[in-house]
Structure formats: C-alpha cells, structure tokens
C-alpha cells in the first residue's frame, strides 16, 4: 500500500452520512497504531479526521461476510455495506422469507484438455437459502469460467423474487462490491412510475486481480397485450460482473423486470450454444453486448412511435385559420393533453442515453485494460477480439448520438408545437372575444337609443302632466259647473285630501328612509375597506371582516 509521507497531520474527508464514528476510529486506528488522536469531526453529514498519510491504493478486500464486514475505508466516499444496508431494508427490494422465490444459476465450464471436447453447461434453479448455500460452498462448485446468477422481478413493479439473507450470500460469497446494491435498490416495490429517467451511476471499480462493474440498463418494451393508448414501457435490467485476473472467472449478477424476459431468454440462449459458451469465456465483456443487441434498437421504434402521436395535433395547430368557426373545447383541449403526454414519454430519453454514453465509456476502458490485467496474451486472436469489441462499443457509441439527435429533434418538435397550438387557440379565442365586444358594443348604441326614447317620452309625459291632474280634479264628483256659470264644490271635498295626503307623505317617507338606509350600509362597507356594493344573504353585515 503506498502513501504520500509528510511530516505533519493533514485533515482528510470522508462524504458519507452512513458511517459510525466508533467504526471510522477503529479503522483508523487499524491503518495508523502509533496515532492516538485522529480529532474526528462531522460537519454537514462530512467526517473529516487528521492522519499523516495519505492512501492512494485500495486494501485488501475483507473475507466477512457482507452482514459482519467491517468499512473498506478505500470505497467510493468510505460507503460500506453497513451504510447501504438500512436503506436497502427499507426499500422492499426482497422478498420476505417464506415467499415465492426464483433464482437461476448458470455455469459455463471449460473441459480441462481439448480432447475433452466443448465448453459443458451446468444450470440450477434455487428456491431457499439453504439449497443456494449448499451449492456455493461446494468447493466442486467453483471450477467454472463463466457463472450468470438471474435474478427477477414477477413484475417490473414487484420485489426481486429473493430474500435478503440469499441475496447476502451470493454477495459475500463471490466478494462483490457494496456499490451494488445501489443497482438493487432500483429495482424496489413501486406503486407508481417514478425514477424513469433515472439510471444511477455506472459502477467501475478494480482492486488487485479484480475488476467490477454495475450499472442499469434502460430500454423500451411493448406491453402485452398491446394497449391502444399507451402500448410502450420503459423496463430496466441491472448488470454486475466481476472478472477475476487471477483465476479468469466471469461471475455475473444480472436483474431482470420479469421471469422469463426477452433478455433473460437471449442470454440463456447463448449460455446452451457450446460455440456461444465458448465465445463467452473467451471474451470477458461480450455478454454486455448480447444485453445491448436485444433491446437497444427498439428506442428508434419508440421514438417514432410518438412522432406519430404528435403529428395529429401538430397538423391540427398548422391548419388551423382565424377565420374558421371555433372548434368546441373539449377536442382543443384533448390536442394539447395529447402534446404534453408525448412530452412526458420522451423527457427522460436523454437521462438515459446519456446514462447508457457513460456505461459505454467505462466498458470501453474495461476492454481496453483487460489484455493487461487478465492474463490474456498478445496473440492475433486476442487482439482482433479486443478490436471486435472496440468496433461494437464504437457502433452503440455512434448509434446512442443518433438516438439523443433525434430525441433532441423530437423534443424541440413537441415544444414548437405546443406554442403554436396554444397561441394558435389564443388568437382564435381572443378573435372571438374581440366579436364579442363588438356585439355588446352594438346592444349599448341600441339601448341608448332606446334611452333617448324614453327620455323624450318622459319630458312629454312631464308636460301633460299638470293639465291632466287639473282635468282629473275637476272631473271628479266634487265640482259640478252649474247652468248659471257658477262653479260648485261638494262640502265632501276634504275626503280627498284626507286620503291623498297621508298617502304622499308616506310614500315620500319610505323613499327617504331607503335612500337613507342604503347610504349607511355604503359608509359602513367603505369604512371597513370593503367594495361598495350591498353583502348577499350569505354575509350579513355583522360577519364582515
């Protein structure tokens, strides 16, 4: 283990929230037993801690098991299983013990002289612990060059059909890295569509001999049976490979959405072709692309897909006219669900084929170090291998920067005609609005022309008025114009005015007292801040705030 000498202490840091104090201590304590004090601090979920050397090469992988494993202090930000853990209890990745369990095993092993003949198979199915420990503890067991572990979901939905404590045991056994289990927490019980458009990190790691990878694989998948509305899925698949120098073992962890998927079937495919089998454990790497070939050129189906979705409302915002009757709303508004779920189908398409660019670029540097670090020799054959992989990463390379083109081209698209859609409406709308206002403009010149009517007919009204309440008088039965010429009024005339005029007065009364009343509710509405109109039945104006 080499490290940098100094002379004094430097403060180091530790990014990680998962580890306990009494852990980090002993660890440090184990790497520098002269030192006494480490003056151990957290700050913002950040253990810092002072040594007087630096570590720059990884240990010794520990031999517990993942359950007792004490901190690999050299692991990405000091996590160890003890810190994945707790959030990996809580997912509901596994099933509990008693359940419908499901894993495969398949070993690829090679014949000891050539005589022998081809690569031989050896598969196994295990429902409990105790069959899967049995098997991985039998020394006769660990001859194979190339072991593929298949572990499903019953649905992309569901739990993994695994326990906790087998899933452990297949960890510690073949000594994989904690980083994994971030790949199994992708793969939780879900109630609903969450995290598509993300992949997680692409997990590369060597340590002495051995050299790790996981990441998660996303790709289209048609629902069966195929749904009008919405036919396509996004599924995912989890990848873990170790490679061992030393002993030229492939052991790979692989996670599927369902029992029996079109992945699981292709892989198993090519692990019962002896020339297959062959292939495989000669190239380290070639199962990945068996994985890539079966599902990523569906993207260019998905793609297109909804390109054919959104070409409906796009031709329906190109052709639409100002002067067209408006359409009912129900159908404009149907348009624009239509755009914004395409949208939402193919938002996280460039999360993905960004994810998938950088798991590309790790097994590139895979392949790359592989003839220096897994005892493969120079010869022709390797290297046109090598060269072969080379060729086929460059292509999914090549073929992932169309994909994100497109998906660029396609978004911009769905944006554009969103706009055009909307603004298009807009316009449409606003140009009924604007004939609207016309009308009502129209129906207010016709009633203040009918108002100039009834103002001319009430000025006549005011002027025949006196001469006709003088003729209603005087055509009473109180004055009779006698033969002489002598006007004679009836000693009954003060009937009239004992009735008429109580009346008047009270009739002036109560138009006074409404005046009155509705200029006090007005200053009490306006003392309190509130518009100057008249509270509905609903709100009395004792509960006015």
Same mark, same amino acid.
């Given at each position: 283990?080499?490290?940098?000498?100094?002379?004094?202490?430097?403060?180091?840091?530790?990014?990680?929230?998962?580890?306990?104090?009494?852990?980090?201590?002993?660890?440090?304590?184990?790497?520098?037993?002269a030192q006494e004090d480490f003056d151990i601090r957290l700050s913002n979920d950040i253990w810092s801690f002072a040594v007087p050397r630096t570590v720059t090469e990884p240990r010794a992988r520990s031999e517990e098991p993942p359950s007792q494993s004490s901190l690999d202090a050299y692991s990405l930000d000091l996590i160890n299983y003890d810190g994945y853990l707790p959030r990996f209890d809580l997912a509901e990745s596994c099933q509990p013990a008693g359940?419908?369990?499901?894993?495969?095993?398949?070993?690829?092993?090679?014949?000891?002289?050539?005589?022998n003949g081809g690569p031989v198979q050896r598969t196994r199915r295990f429902n409990d612990l105790q069959g899967?420990?049995?098997?991985?503890?039998?020394?006769?067991?660990?001859?194979?060059?190339?072991?593929? &572990?298949?572990?499903?979901?019953?649905?992309?939905?569901?739990? @993994?059909?695994?326990?906790?404590?087998?899933? #452990? !045991? &297949?960890?510690?056994?073949?000594?994989?890295?904690?980083?994994? @289990?971030?790949?199994?927490?992708?793969?939780? #019980? !879900?109630?609903?569509?969450?995290?598509e458009a993300f992949c997680g990190s692409v997990w590369p790691k060597k340590s002495g001999d051995m050299s790790e990878i996981a990441y998660v694989f996303k790709y289209p998948e048609l629902k069966v049976p195929i749904p009008e509305d919405d036919p396509w899925r996004i599924r995912q698949t989890g990848v873990y490979q170790q490679y061992n120098n030393s002993t030229q073992q492939s052991t790979w962890i692989v996670l599927h959405p369902t029992p029996e998927s079109v992945g699981q079937r292709r892989m198993n495919e090519c692990l019962t072709v002896p020339r297959r089998m062959l292939d495989l454990t000669r190239d380290p790497l070639l199962l990945h692309t068996v994985l890539f070939?079966?599902?990523?050129?569906?993207?260019?189906?998905?793609?297109?897909?909804?390109e054919g979705v959104l070409r409906e409302p796009s031709m329906t915002a190109l052709g639409m006219r100002f002067s067209d009757e408006p359409r009912a709303v129900d159908k404009d508004h149907a348009n624009i669900q239509r755009v914004h779920f395409v949208e939402s189908r193919c938002l996280p398409l460039t999360a993905i084929f960004r994810s998938?660019?950088?798991?590309?670029?790790?097994?590139?540097?895979?392949?790359?170090?592989?003839?220096?670090?897994?005892?493969l020799t120079h010869s022709d054959s390797d290297t046109i291998r090598r060269d072969n992989m080379v060729d086929i990463l460059s292509k999914y390379?090549?073929?992932?920067?169309?994909?994100?083109?497109?998906?660029?081209?396609?978004?911009?698209?769905?944006r554009s005609t969103a706009q055009l859609l909307s603004n298009t409406l807009n316009f449409k709308y606003q140009g009924l609005a604007q004939q609207q206002s016309e009308y009502v403009v129209e129906l207010t010149s016709a009633t203040l022309k009918d108002s100039s009517a009834v103002r001319v007919i009430t000025i006549i009204t005011l002027l025949y008025l006196p001469s006709t309440f003088v003729a209603t008088i005087f055509g009473m039965d109180f004055f009779n114009f006698g033969g002489d010429s002598r006007l004679q009024v009836s000693p009954q005339l003060w009937i009239f005015f004992a009735f008429a005029a109580p009346l008047t007065m009270a009739t002036i009364a109560w138009y006074l007292r409404q005046i009155g009343q509705r200029r006090n509710a007005a200053a009490?509405?306006?003392?309190?801040?509130?518009?100057?109109?008249?509270?509905?039945?609903?709100?009395?104006?004792?509960n006015i705030s």
């Open positions: 283990m080499a490290f940098s000498q100094t002379t004094t202490l430097h403060r180091q840091y530790a990014p990680s929230r998962y580890i306990k104090r009494d852990k980090l201590e002993a660890v440090l304590k184990e790497l520098f037993p359940s419908s369990i499901r894993v495969d095993l398949v070993d690829v092993l090679l014949p000891l002289t050539e005589n899967l420990s049995s098997y991985l503890d039998d020394k006769n067991n660990d001859g194979y060059r190339t072991r593929v &572990i298949s572990i499903s979901q019953r649905n992309s939905w569901a739990k @993994l059909l695994i326990t906790q404590e087998m899933l #452990r !045991k &297949i960890m510690a056994h073949h000594k994989v890295m904690p980083e994994f @289990l971030d790949v199994v927490y992708s793969f939780r #019980r !879900k109630t609903r569509e969450i995290e070939s079966t599902h990523f050129s569906a993207w260019r189906t998905y793609m297109s897909h909804y998938f660019s950088q798991t590309l670029s790790a097994l590139s540097a895979l392949n790359t170090s592989l003839p220096l670090v897994c005892g390379a090549s073929q992932t920067s169309a994909y994100e083109a497109q998906i660029g081209f396609l978004t911009n698209n769905i009490t509405l306006s003392a309190k801040g509130k518009p100057d109109k008249l509270p509905s039945y609903k709100q009395p104006f004792e």
